[in-house]
């Protein structure tokens, strides 16, 4: 059996239709984006008293999300056995022989009025919970679809991330070759800058330049901590915990590292590759917000 994690995307729609004796049921569940678990439900008022057990099931099943689950149910009508209260209708026809004998003949009840009289006729009983146990049952399947869903476009999803994170690699690696021939063009620019100070300075200034200039130059360590940052966000996909979060976080440090290399650029060459990755970092975070 493969161990490789499943990436859930947070947005999805799941709709079932199922049938017990009594009727249909028809579940419809979206699901959006959002920091926590924020569940929402419209059911029919015969079945207010789930929303506990669904909330329950969406928080073993989800980890976060803003759900939406709304139920219609549609009784199926000529099922129900109509049975005749016998014992009232004696009585109401005992009560009708009193008053013929008060009022004299005539004026019989007849059997559509008896039918129609209160409690004559009783419909059979649905079982309450069985029929809440049915909804239930039609919540699991639906909520499995939608899982299914999630986990389809997680895939698509991973799959997306994974191939911008490569580019971003091949970018960071032609960054780090194009760097050497930078800097030495950098340098009689640098000497210049150098020899103007340095008949306005003394020596430990003049050195604490240098040191300065070198640093706003050296994006070494940009170039380490963006390989390191990306080798992270691909460990991280294939965790078997949740991951939304961490890779938000890891969106931030991946643009703040891209920033500060378009900030140190030595070349306009370089200064596009920057750029490219921003937009990268950009495709990949809106994805994972």
């Known amino acids: 059996m493969s161990n490789a994690a499943v990436v859930y995307s947070m947005t999805a729609f799941a709709r079932n239709s199922s049938e017990c004796e009594h009727g249909r049921f028809t579940w419809e569940i979206r699901s959006v984006n959002h920091r926590y678990l924020e569940p929402h439900f419209r059911l029919p008022e015969a079945f207010r008293d789930l929303e506990p057990h669904l909330r329950e099931r969406l928080k073993k099943q989800l980890g976060r999300g803003k759900i939406e689950c709304a139920l219609r149910f549609q009784p199926i009508q000529g099922n129900a056995q109509l049975s005749v209260n016998s014992e009232l209708v004696e009585q109401l026809n005992h009560a009708a022989d009193q008053v013929h004998a008060i009022i004299g003949p005539g004026n019989a009840l007849d059997a559509l009025q008896v039918l129609q009289w209160p409690g004559v006729l009783a419909s059979e009983e649905v079982d309450g919970k069985a029929l809440q146990a049915a909804a239930l049952q039609a919540f699991d399947a639906s909520l499995a679809t939608l899982k299914d869903t999630r986990g389809r476009e997680g895939a698509d999803l991973a799959e997306m991330i994974t191939s911008r994170l490569d580019k971003m690699n091949d970018i960071v690696a032609i960054v780090a070759e194009q760097m050497p021939e930078a800097l030495a063009a950098q340098r009689p620019q640098l000497q210049t800058k150098l020899d103007e100070l340095s008949g306005n300075l003394d020596n430990d200034r003049l050195e604490q330049e240098m040191v300065m200039l070198a640093q706003k130059a050296d994006v070494a360590e940009e170039l380490d901590r963006l390989n390191t940052h990306i080798n992270e966000v691909k460990r991280i996909l294939t965790s078997r915990e949740p991951i939304g979060r961490r890779l938000d976080?890891?969106?931030?440090?991946?643009?703040?590292?891209?920033?500060?290399?378009?900030?140190?650029?030595?070349?306009?060459?370089?200064?596009?590759?920057?750029?490219?990755?921003?937009?990268?970092?950009?495709?990949?975070?809106?994805?994972?917000?």
């Open 249 to 289: 976080f890891m969106m931030q440090e991946l643009n703040r590292e891209a920033n500060t290399l378009s900030s140190k650029s030595l070349t306009a060459l370089i200064t596009q590759h920057a750029v490219d990755l921003k937009v990268l970092i950009e495709q990949m975070s809106e994805q994972v917000k």
